[in-house]
């Protein structure tokens, strides 16, 4: 397995990926999320952009999964310690490639970015569904720091 930066070439295949990502996502929450592309722009901006970058993780020069990381400011409310810190956005394993340990490089390899970036720490945001996903975040030393709540009218 390869781990590194994705280009411009990768985009055809994190497409794919995303396509499986938003297919898993919407199986969890239907009434608010569904089967959708990503945008191609989208991912090109995010490659291309100083403050952001796509990891992939390859096997025989396929890519099997990634993970969109951004460097952000925390908000500008008084009440907020300001902070630099890295958001995990998007991180699939393709479903042939889950359990092999992938999903766990690309977390270490986040934490890589972020700390030679020297931001001070690393966030993500899972669905309350996604039990499997809060597993592997929680064997990576991530904590639950906070909930969204929803009330259906």
């Known amino acids: 397995m390869e781990i590194k930066l994705a280009t411009n070439e990768d985009i055809s295949q994190i ?14 929450e239907p009434k608010y999320l569904q089967p959708a592309k990503q945008d ?13 970058d796509i990891i992939i993780a390859s096997i025989d020069n396929c ?8 460097a952000l400011n925390t908000p500008p409310y008084t009440c907020l310690v300001k902070h630099k810190y890295a958001f995990i956005t998007d991180i699939i394993v393709g479903h042939n490639y889950q359990s092999q340990g992938i999903g766990s490089a690309l977390l270490v390899e986040a934490k890589k970015w972020a700390q030679d970036r020297k ?35």
């Open 15 to 28: 497409e794919v990926l995303y396509e499986e990502l938003f297919m898993k996502m919407s199986q969890f």
């Open 40 to 52: 191609v722009t989208f991912i090109k901006q995010t490659i291309n952009n100083k403050d952001s």
């Open 63 to 70: 890519i099997v999964a990634f993970l969109l990381i951004q």
């Open 119 to 153: 931001l001070n720490y690393l966030e993500l945001s899972v669905l309350s569904e996604n039990v499997g996903a809060s597993l592997l975040y929680e064997k990576q030393g991530f904590k639950e720091v906070s909930k969204i709540m929803r009330y259906e009218l």
